[in-house]
């Protein structure tokens, strides 16, 4: 079964965005070169393929404002990907009543392509998270979601391969390399992943095992 990675830009850089293409891109091919055939993997410019999709993220994000609830923005995309086909109510569990009717005056009646069940990337400097450099949820198996305000290679990357299966490999609290880890000094799933080199065999085991059971669905 083919799984796409569909990359979508906050905001109008046509820059920004062909960087954030071709660096999901050189990641896959990193990761062909480690032996994990991502060859059922595509990524798909979102900004490109799925104009009306682009337009509604933006217009969510914007709306949404300061401190940007990654999780709440899934469900929001749940929302996206089932309003064509009438299962708002039944997709959308754990939203209010109000985001559920601000969901269906804004974006209610159309069908948004190129939403979950993919795996959707959205790259924005401008985007105000927690995180100084991104977040990501759930991956390729489910359908997952990440959002890089980092733009830069390295920290895509971090975020892109927790959709592909990689853990953090360092404590959530004390930004501290954690055991698992098996090269800490260089490992691209370390807290400053832009100062990383590649991934450690901890963190490729981790990609190999959940790229293989995406293959056999």
Request: some cysteine; overall charge neutral; hydrophobic content about 35%.
């Amino acid at each position: 079964m083919f799984s796409d990675l569909i990359i979508y830009n906050y905001g109008e850089d046509r820059l920004a965005q062909d960087l954030a293409v071709r660096y999901v891109q050189e990641l896959l091919n990193e990761i062909q070169r480690l032996n994990i055939d991502t060859s059922k993997l595509s990524v798909i410019d979102g900004n490109n393929c799925y104009t009306e999709t682009y337009n509604a993220i933006g217009k969510i994000i914007d709306d949404f404002g300061p401190n940007l609830d990654t999780s709440k923005i899934y469900l929001y995309l749940y929302f996206l990907n089932d309003c064509g086909r009438n299962k708002q109510d039944k997709m959308c569990y754990g939203l209010n009543d109000k985001e559920l009717q601000y969901l269906k005056k804004e974006f209610g009646g159309n069908d948004y392509k190129g939403t979950l069940f993919n795996s959707i990337i959205i790259a924005g400097a401008n985007i105000q998270l927690n995180s100084s450099y991104g977040e990501a949820m759930w991956n390729i198996i489910e359908g997952g979601l990440c959002i890089n305000v980092n733009v830069a290679k390295k920290s895509i990357w971090h975020e892109v391969a927790h959709l592909l299966g990689a853990d953090d490999h360092y404590d959530k609290d004390t930004k501290k390399p954690k055991k698992i880890c098996t090269d800490h000094l260089n490992c691209l799933m370390q807290w400053n992943s832009t100062q990383g080199k590649h991934f450690c065999s901890k963190s490729i085991a981790e990609i190999k095992g959940t790229v293989n059971k995406k293959r056999l669905h």
